[in-house]
Every structure is written in C-alpha cells, then in structure tokens.
C-alpha cells in the first residue's frame, strides 16, 4: 500500500504562486509514475499533470499549460506542483496520485492522497 502526502496548500491572493509537494509515506517510488488533479467544489476532479515513472515524460492538460509546472525531486520520490499566476477559477482540492504504469496515469491512477486545499481570493 501507497501512502501519498501532500503539502503545500493554502489561502493566497489572485496573481500569487504556490508550490504544492508530494511525498510517499514510508517507502520510495523512484520508478512511479506521479501527478495531480484538481476538484473544485461542484464539480468532477480532473486531470492537472503527470510525469511517467520511465522516462520522465511530463504530460498537461491544455488548459493548465503555462502557469502549472511538474516536477519531480532529485530522488525521484518527490513531486512538485508549482502553480503561478493563480486565478480564483484555480480553487480546488488538489490531490496527488501515483501508479506503477505511465499509461493511466492521467486517467485511474491506483493510489491518491488526501489532498490538500488551494484557495485564491480576489
């Protein structure tokens, strides 16, 4: 079992940057492929970005290319979400998620966090 831990969160003014981390508890995931996703109140989680386990491909939807930015540690067992720009539309619940397979990565990774709150005020 997976045991995945993000920090990172929090209450930050429209136009700030917030740096979201991810961890493993108690094991490394040096070959895992990792990413994120997003649920805003109301509405269906989605996919943010991904980074295979292989090679390190970094994948994003779309609409979050530019201002959102993977990353994984030196160790590989750390993942990065750094956000810019950040917009009120950008509120969520963003949980982290991993799978050995970088085919589902981005669709029904096997193993979630708790996530962790994001708010962007006005």
């Known amino acids: 079992q997976v045991q995945l831990v993000e920090t990172g969160g929090g209450l930050v003014q429209a136009g700030a940057s917030l740096r979201l981390s991810c961890s493993p508890s108690?094991?490394?995931?040096?070959?895992?492929?990792m990413g994120w996703f997003r649920q805003a109140p109301g509405k269906e989680r989605e996919f943010v970005a991904a980074i295979s386990g292989s090679t390190d491909t970094i994948y994003y939807k779309d609409s979050m290319k530019g201002r959102f930015t993977i990353s994984r540690g030196n160790a590989k067992n750390t993942v990065y979400l750094q956000m810019d720009s950040l917009k009120p539309e950008d509120t969520a619940i963003y949980y982290c998620a991993a799978d050995p397979e970088d085919t589902v990565i981005a669709t029904t990774p096997i193993y979630w966090g708790q996530g962790t709150q994001v708010t962007v005020s006005s």
């Open positions: 108690g094991r490394t995931l040096g070959t895992y492929a």
